[in-house]
């Protein structure tokens, strides 16, 4: 238990009862993070993944819909793009929805079976339609064009369950960006539009291997009730098509992902039985097993599972504000110095060695290592002063933060460890990603066609210089 006031500072070692509390949790793998050198002066920003956390979270989720006769359970990959993450999540039994070539290649390479993998992108190429079908790969089509591409490709048969977006047009949540129900969205086959819902049921009608509907209401910023709404849209959608049809062709529902995470203190609000309840209310019929059920969830299962640390390099003054200059800012916070108001970060402040820093709070910028002036995660924080050394913390950060860097200024993709710390104070730290070095940075950045440039630009019989590599 955390108490205010006259406690004495918390000793190096960290006994079992300290350790219960999340911040204590992260001083003590910070800790031995510092101790093995994965966080510091030579490794100045990594992420980090509680292990026994993503367990905790699967077990959650498998329980609040263990009411389900039916259910596959499939992670969005690109909440957390790393193959020991989706390895771990197969290994608890979970599948993966992708939406790109590079995503499908991670769940097959941590060994995901591709009857458990969902492929949903908005712009699947025939190639990519292609492979899905080869490999059994269920495809969730965006639209009806979408549909007469797969009726060529699928000429020959394919074991992939394949289904189609519908987008509900419920309305959107606080977070423009992150709301696919809306009139406009770019998602799916827009239901209410006009003769849209017609079209549909002769789409199905056309093709008995048609046989799942799909919708993703939104993530991050929509109500439950909102989402619930939009699952409860696509089911009546089912069972008008089946009954029209006269037989039950539509056999599964993939009700996305999108449950909402409270970024404002350790509590996980809200649970996903509170959303199965809301599910439960907007369609009672949802879990009797009529349908078989997907989802998608991505955020609500790795967010809090996961925090950043990154040593404060400078701090300075300007304007009569102070400003820790850190190592973390766009290049792993990019949504949060992007959209400051969308997606703002609780930090924490830690010493060097990973001790939590106490003392007077005074209001500072915590900015971060990119060439521009809005590279700041947080602005006027409150926090323990900061100095040269110290360490600060982005929690809630182990969904589209570090697992999703941006390449801007060449700074490398941190590291990524995974950790467990039990209640005696043990830490054990792995590695699910390397720090990107420099030598891949410029691989990366056509070091193997340095010279492409200059040679196409070199006319013959000009004095030009020849080219320092061979033209290719
Ligand atoms: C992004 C996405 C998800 C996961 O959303 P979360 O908010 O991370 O749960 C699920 N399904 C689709 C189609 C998505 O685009």
Request: with cysteine; glycine share 12%.
């Amino acid at each position: 238990m955390t108490s205010a006031g006259a406690t004495p500072p918390e000793p190096a070692a960290l006994s079992a009862a300290t350790l219960l509390t999340p911040a204590r949790r992260v001083a003590a793998v910070l800790n031995r993070a510092v101790a093995a050198g994965l966080v510091g002066e030579e490794q100045p920003v990594a992420g980090f993944l509680d292990t026994d956390g993503i367990r905790a979270s699967v077990a959650d989720l498998a329980a609040a819909f263990a009411h389900a006769p039916d259910v596959l359970h499939t992670f969005a990959v690109k909440a957390a793009s790393l193959v020991p993450v989706l390895r771990l999540l197969a290994e608890l039994g979970m599948g993966c929805e992708v939406a790109s070539p590079g995503e499908l290649r991670l769940a097959l390479d941590a060994g995901v079976p591709p009857s458990r993998i969902v492929l949903d992108s908005p712009a699947k190429t025939r190639g990519e339609i292609s492979e899905a079908l080869a490999l059994g790969v269920a495809v969730n089509a965006d639209n009806l064009d979408e549909l007469r591409r797969i009726d060529a490709l699928r000429a020959g048969g394919s074991a992939s369950v394949v289904g189609l977006r519908v987008n509900p047009q419920v309305g959107g949540g606080t977070i423009g960006a992150m709301s696919t129900a809306t009139a406009t969205s770019k998602f799916g086959v827009a239901l209410r539009d006009p003769g849209a819902r017609d079209r549909v049921v002769k789409a199905f009608a056309e093709r008995p291997w048609l046989t799942r509907l799909h919708a993703h209401v939104g993530s991050q910023g929509c109500p439950l009730a909102l989402m619930a709404e939009g699952v409860a849209e696509t089911y009546r959608l089912a069972e008008e098509i089946n009954r029209t049809l006269g037989t039950r062709q539509i056999t599964s529902l993939d009700i996305g992902g999108g449950l909402p995470v409270n970024f404002d203190d350790d509590a996980t609000r809200p649970a996903f039985a509170d959303y199965t309840r809301a599910l439960g209310t907007a369609v009672p019929d949802l879990f009797d097993g009529r349908y078989a059920l997907v989802t998608e969830f991505g955020r609500s299962l790795l967010a809090k599972n996961g925090f950043i640390g990154a040593r404060v390099e400078y701090v300075k003054e300007a304007g009569g504000r102070r400003i820790a200059v850190t190592h973390a800012g766009a290049q792993t916070a990019t949504r949060t110095v992007l959209m400051p108001g969308a997606w703002p970060l609780r930090v924490g402040a830690f010493g060097a060695d990973g001790s939590p820093r106490t003392g007077a709070r005074l209001r500072q910028d915590i900015a971060g290592p990119c060439c521009f002036a809005g590279d700041v995660v947080a602005h006027g924080r409150e926090l323990p002063e900061l100095e040269e050394g110290d360490l600060v913390v982005l929690y809630d950060t182990g969904a589209y933060y570090f697992s999703t860097p941006w390449g801007y200024n060449s700074l490398p993709r941190p590291a990524v460890h995974g950790f467990t710390a039990d209640p005696s104070g043990g830490v054990r730290l792995t590695t699910v990603r390397a720090a990107q070095t420099l030598d891949e940075i410029a691989a990366e950045s056509g070091l193997a066609h340095a010279g492409a440039l200059v040679s196409l630009g070199a006319r013959t019989g000009a004095t030009a210089p020849a080219p320092s590599t061979p033209r290719c």
